[in-house]
């Protein structure tokens, strides 16, 4: 019955009009959050595309996003009216890139780390989602480095989970093609960080890459983060054992009671999930680490992301990662299931 309830709760959703992003000038107290973007996507479409014909090109832009200076973390202010950058997101700037070497050439222009961030969106996300969503995580946890987020072609659309599953296995060049140009230079490296189905897609991809013997790529990731990823174990662990030596950092954060997937457990035959796993032993052997956000969910977004949605997540998140920095034990015990040989 609960599985029936979520099913229905989608069935609404896809009835109802989703918000997209729009241009609107910033303000001075606002904070503008710089995106690059690789889509799949036609730029003209950044809604629904449920159904739609994938046209098997990538287009590159930069997206400046303004962050309204009453946001409040892990939440995305979307517009009730026409755009107030003085209390939403907003579309500050764009600009269109005329060829990925021009849009490589800016990127790698604003790291000096030679580090960037690359983030792949999950199921139901359109190309305002992922922006804004981008943009609040990259506002909330202070990050650095250049951010690149890898759009593929998800329908948006709660209807289109084998459309999005097939997208997935469709954007598996394109994502690899995009993370050899970013680690092309000596010191070029890459922190990935997914969210649910573009969980799937990032081990497809090292997966891909390791068939290859292309140890290159593998070897200069930093770190790999799935968020709630929906990706059955038994799949995960053979992905793993194929790709080998696994990035490290290698995290996984969990929630047990995440309501998109045990949704998506009931479409695929009623196995759990990667995201709601509730003890390590699916993952035991393999050099990973499961976070347990559970006990900070707040029922955000079906809690499907709790780590960048809820804002108790995102504190104890942030003292995590300053305790990392330090060279200190980054998780809190009772919040790891660790994996055990």
Not at 89 to 97: C, Q
Not at 123 to 151: G, H, I
Not at 173 to 201: F, K, Y
Request: charged fraction near 20%.
């Amino acid at each position: 019955m609960r599985a029936l309830s979520i099913l229905c709760l989608f069935v609404m959703a896809s009835c109802a009009p989703r918000p997209a992003a729009h241009y609107a000038p910033s303000v001075p107290e606002a904070h503008l959050q710089t995106l690059y973007v690789a889509t799949q996507k036609a730029l003209d479409r950044t809604g629904q595309t449920f159904g739609a014909k994938r046209t098997g090109e990538v287009r590159y832009f930069r997206a400046d996003i303004s962050i309204p200076p009453t946001h409040k973390a892990g939440h995305v202010q979307w517009p009730d009216g026409p755009p107030d950058a003085a209390t939403d997101f907003v579309v500050a700037a764009t600009d269109v890139y005329p060829s990925a070497a021009t849009f490589l050439g800016d990127v790698k222009g604003a790291r000096p780390g030679r580090e960037t961030q690359v983030f792949v969106h999950g199921y139901n996300t359109t190309l305002s989602d992922s922006l804004y969503r981008l943009a609040q995580m990259r506002e909330d946890f202070e990050v650095a480095a250049p951010s690149v987020l890898f759009a593929w072609a998800s329908a948006g659309d709660p209807r289109g989970y084998v459309y999005d599953r097939d997208s997935v296995l469709y954007a598996r060049d394109d994502l690899e093609d995009l993370l050899n140009a970013l680690t092309s230079g000596p010191q070029d490296r890459v922190t990935l960080l997914a969210h649910s189905m573009g969980a799937q897609l990032v081990m497809e991809v090292m997966r891909q890459a390791a068939l290859k013997g292309d140890r290159h790529l593998l070897d200069r990731i930093s770190g790999v983060v799935l968020m709630s990823p929906d990706i059955d174990p038994d799949i995960f662990r053979r992905q793993a054992e194929t790709i080998g030596e696994l990035p490290q950092p290698f995290l996984i954060f969990v929630t047990r009671q995440d309501r998109a997937l045990t949704l998506a457990s009931l479409i695929t035959g009623r196995k759990k999930r990667l995201g709601v796993i509730d003890g390590p032993e699916a993952v035991a052997g393999l050099p990973v680490k499961v976070i347990d956000f559970t006990a900070l969910a707040d029922g955000e977004g079906l809690d499907h992301a709790v780590a960048i949605t809820s804002p108790s997540a995102i504190s104890v998140l942030n003292g995590m990662l300053e305790q990392a920095s330090l060279g200190r034990d980054a998780f809190e015990d009772y919040m790891v299931l660790e994996a055990q040989p």
